[in-house]
């Protein structure tokens, strides 16, 4: 019946020390053997999820890379790049000039670099370390953005967890009908296009697979996995997922640091 995996990186896919257990790469590589395709849906850049992909061969095995929360997909066997959504040129002053203005970094993306005005913010080091790409720093965040005719595809700001979730709100309303803002994790603040999210970047790649959402099981464990776990014909929630991924999931599964996502393949693909 279930013919397709899709599978959040962080708290999903790799446990709490940022590995993938040998139970769940042993999993996903069977399933790649019997060529059910595996997608990874994350809100990291492509760049900072090419390491993931890498370690589970996808290139040779086949699968796609839904980054940025499904702003872009990639085939990984080709490296073509089949949908992309960036920010609207038009709001780039807008957003930074608002960042600027909160007690906190904004930074984007720019090939293999981070590219902000404040590099010293621990939580710009934060994401640094997760997708495992450098910081350059910049003097002027929407000049080198214009200058380099960088694509956006989505900003991150940053700053401490109490401060950053007093500030969301105003900041969603602020943008409300023109982009969406949103909380990944206490410390980060995501802005990207309207209709972004996993599960229409899903139902983009589901069409061209030739594919139907009852085939689909998709795991995660934090709130930019909702809409993934609500739309999947089986929606798994990890044992370590937030309580509104849970209430969305038809299964809640093992934790991260427990094999769970071997656990989600053993029990609806075998």
């Keep these: 019946m279930y013919k397709i995996l899709a599978l959040d990186i962080d708290g999903t896919l790799l446990n709490t020390k940022k590995e993938i257990t040998p139970a769940v790469e042993s999993t996903i590589t069977a399933l790649q053997e019997r060529g059910i395709p595996v997608l990874i849906a994350s809100g990291r850049p492509a760049q900072g999820i090419r390491h993931v992909a890498e370690a589970l061969h996808m290139k040779e095995r086949g699968g796609y890379i839904l980054s940025f929360n499904g702003g872009k997909i990639i085939d990984c066997k080709t490296g073509e790049t089949i949908y992309s959504n960036p920010v609207s040129r038009e709001y ?13 970094s904004v930074l984007t993306y720019d090939g293999e670099y981070i590219i902000t005005e404040k590099p010293d913010n621990k939580y710009v080091d934060v994401e640094s370390k997760v997708v495992k790409m450098p910081v350059r720093k910049v003097e002027s965040l929407y000049d080198t953005i214009i200058e380099d005719n960088v694509a ?31 909380q990944s994790e206490p410390f980060f603040i995501e802005v990207v296009p309207l209709g972004i999210d996993k599960a229409a970047s899903l139902n983009v790649l589901l069409e061209r697979l030739g594919m139907a959402r009852e085939e689909l099981v998709a795991c995660g464990d934090g709130r930019n996995d909702v809409t993934m776990v609500s739309f999947a014909g089986m929606g798994v929630a990890m044992e370590n997922a937030c309580d509104e991924v849970k209430a969305v999931a038809d299964y809640i599964t093992s934790s991260c640091d427990e094999d769970g996502v071997a656990k989600v393949i053993e029990k609806f693909f075998w």
């Design 152 to 182: 956006v595809d989505k900003f991150l700001i940053v700053g401490e967890p109490d401060y950053m979730m007093s500030q969301v709100q105003a900041m969603a309303e602020h943008f409300k009908g023109r982009l969406n803002v949103f």
């Design 92 to 104: 780039y002053k807008e957003v930074i000039d608002y960042a600027a203005g909160l007690n906190a």
